[in-house]
């Protein structure tokens, strides 16, 4: 049984070093430990530099900071790092879209390309409109250019 609440204190050393390296002054809230997932809040006066274009920098913040704590503790931990609540808005955010589309879609009976967007967001679409009756997403195009088209069924 590993000590989760060390692992955490560990993580937020580790995380709190790398935002003083980068000379951010960043304020964390540790989130509880669920299946090997650990969901990190960080506040910050100037989120937009470490969210960067569409959160892809943020993205590559989690990744880095998951490799160092990797390294660190000898495991596999996913760190969930979100700023200034971008994740969650975001989140909101698509499914709404993906809810209001899916209407057109339906009232319409003519597909409809969304933007391209990273595979977590896409996921996010079709994960909210899976339940729907009346329409079915689909996948197309190549990375980065990938997106979701709305299809009627």
Not at 40 to 60: A, F, M, N, S, W
Not at 117 to 133: A, C
Request: no cysteine; proline share 3%.
């Amino acid at each position: 049984m590993r000590n989760y609440k060390k692992d955490i204190k560990i993580i937020k050393k580790i995380i709190e070093e790398f935002f003083e390296k980068m000379t951010f002054e960043a304020e964390l809230k540790m989130g509880q430990m669920e299946e090997d997932s650990l969901p990190v809040d960080l506040k910050t006066e100037d989120p937009q530099i470490l969210i960067g274009e569409q959160g892809r920098t943020l993205v590559e913040l989690q990744k880095i900071l998951g490799k160092i704590i990797r390294k660190k503790l000898g495991e596999q931990i996913f760190l969930d790092l979100d700023i200034n609540q971008y994740k969650k808005k975001k989140i909101e955010y698509l499914k709404e879209m993906a809810q209001s589309m899916a209407d057109q879609v339906a009232l319409q009976k003519e597909e409809k390309a969304l933007f391209s967007m990273p595979s977590f967001e896409r996921r996010i679409i079709h994960l909210t409109l899976s339940e729907r009756e009346d329409v079915k997403t689909e996948s197309i195009g190549e990375e980065p250019e990938r997106r979701v088209v709305i299809k009627p069924k």
